[in-house]
Structures are given as C-alpha cells and as structure tokens.
C-alpha cells in the first residue's frame, strides 16, 4: 500500500514537470514539443492498458483462489 502511494507522488511529479515542460517548449519549438507530447501520450496509454492487464489478471487469480478456498471449506464441513 505504502508503495503505490508513493508511486503516485511520483507520478504526480512527472506530470507536473511535464506540465511546465511542455508549456516553455510551446514557446521555444511548437512542433517538437507537440512530438514529444505525443509520444508521452502514446507511452502513457500503452502503460495504461499493461496496468489493466495486470489488475484483470490479478482478479482472476483471486477468484480462482476463492474458488478452491470455498471447495475446500465446503469439503471439511
């Protein structure tokens, strides 16, 4: 828990400074900032679906555990 909480401040971090970032390169190049911007957002989705891949696999795992969890209990009984 303590270690997703401080993968959100950075997180949070990064955003920020890619914030300020993009708001001077605007001023300096436009269209080198615009790439790079997209090439974040790109990065930014794929990492997104990886991470929802992982939380689908991990409910799985947790269901299937249930599962054998309650077989086993309903067995004792």
């Known amino acids: ?13 990064f955003y ?4 300020v970032l993009v708001v001077f ?3 300096i190049s436009p269209k ?17 679906k990886l991470q929802d891949r992982r939380t689908m696999r991990w409910l799985e795992d947790e269901r299937q555990r249930a599962e054998r969890q309650q077989q086993e209990d309903d067995g004792s009984t």
């Open 1 to 13: 828990m303590q270690a997703a909480a401080e993968a959100r401040k950075w997180e949070s971090r």
């Open 16 to 19: 920020e400074l890619l914030g």
């Open 25 to 27: 390169g605007l001023a």
């Open 32 to 48: 080198l900032t615009l790439a790079i911007a997209g090439i974040v957002l790109v990065i930014d989705i794929v990492r997104g």
